[in-house]
């Protein structure tokens, strides 16, 4: 069973940046796709970027240019680097394996104006 572990948001300005780690455990041989969510009070819960393999990427339009997301599998470790934060950016950020029902439990972004 894979654990999924995020890491690194916190409360930031407009226009600031953060870099959110999710960390992956447990018994795999190779993840498959990777991504990353977010939650917002009263929304439902948006798809932000996605990442194949080692290089192969999909992004939400409203964060196209603005976040990026990475991996690296000697680490673990799958990246989401968010710039340019603006305060509707504010959720909670939750990565899954890509087609299992696989969450962390979320890490929170607040983005003040």
């Known amino acids: 069973q894979v654990q999924l572990v995020e890491s690194g948001g916190g409360l930031v300005q407009r226009g600031g940046s953060l870099r959110l780690s999710c960390l992956a455990s447990g018994s795999y041989d190779r993840l498959p796709a990777m991504a990353w969510y977010r939650q917002a009070p009263g929304k439902q819960r948006e798809l932000v970027a996605l990442?194949?393999?080692?290089?192969?990427?999909k992004y939400a339009d409203s964060v196209k240019g603005r976040f990026t997301i990475s991996r690296d599998n000697t680490k673990n470790t799958v990246y989401l680097e968010v710039n340019s934060l603006k305060p509707e950016d504010s959720a909670v950020y939750c990565c899954?394996?890509?087609?299992?029902?696989?969450w962390g439990q979320g890490t929170q972004v607040t983005v003040s104006s």
């Open positions: 990442v194949i393999g080692g290089a192969k990427t």
């Open positions: 899954r394996v890509g087609g299992t029902n696989l």
